[in-house]
């Protein structure tokens, strides 16, 4: 029987380079890690200041809504830290 022809594979040429690859912009970020802590310090404290003192201190007629806007600053500081690289 008849021994089959081994097929060579052509070797990889890449095609001609008719664009030049754009440079990743990398920006400066140095902002986000502080605003960030900032925020989850801001947020912890408003709802700590608003138990220590039973409710009258952050803005009294908020009521309990001052812990809504408590976690609201440590959500804002959850959505600044998307932005970490």
Do not use: C, E, H
Request: glycine share 8%; no cysteine.
């Amino acid at each position: 029987m008849p021994k089959s022809r081994i097929r060579k594979k052509a070797d990889f040429t890449p095609p001609p380079a008719s664009k030049q690859a754009t440079a990743i912009k990398l920006t400066n970020r140095s902002w986000v890690a502080p605003v960030m802590l900032a925020f989850f310090v801001i947020g912890l404290a408003w709802i700590v200041m608003f138990y220590v003192t039973s409710g009258d201190m952050p803005i009294k007629p908020f009521g309990n809504w001052n812990i809504v806007v408590g976690f609201g600053f440590i959500a804002a500081g959850f959505g600044v830290s998307t932005q970490w690289k």
